[in-house]
């Protein structure tokens, strides 16, 4: 696990979110190495984020 954490940059970046994320009641988000990560709810993520909602099918 690790990966780019969503929140913490220097500047906004373009952010898209997958809607069917809504389903789940915590998501888990990489914090930026391989061994920290973060529990969020997808609309704490999507407010922290200003994410764009889509549908990825």
Known sequence: M????PVGHPAPIRTLLDSSLRDHEVLWAGAGDHNSMFSITYQQL?????ARELTVR
């Open 46 to 50: 999507l407010r922290m984020t200003a």
């Open 2 to 5: 690790g990966g780019v954490a």
